[in-house]
């Protein structure tokens, strides 16, 4: 399996020794889990953003009408004064 050494200030290096002891479980366990969760977490907000994009997309007259302000108007340029 693939390696990477990450590299701690003595403050955190302490602060991730107590967490890990407190948690009973080792330092490399601890970092492996925050990272995969923060792995976890930006797949879940790449998937949300899709899921809106695609919902906007399938909806944009609705929003339109809706929101009439919002719209730019033809040519995509902004708003005249």
């Known amino acids: 399996m693939p390696a990477l050494n990450v590299e701690f200030s003595d403050r955190e290096l ?37 899921a809106f994009r695609r919902f906007f997309t399938a909806h944009a007259d609705e929003f339109a009408a809706a929101f009439p302000d919002d719209e730019q108007p033809a040519g995509g340029e902004g708003r005249a004064a």
């Open 14 to 50: 302490e602060d991730l020794r107590q967490i890990a002891k407190e948690r009973g479980t080792s330092m490399k366990a601890l970092v492996r889990e925050a990272a995969a969760a923060d792995i976890a977490r930006h797949r879940a907000l790449q998937e949300g953003a899709e």
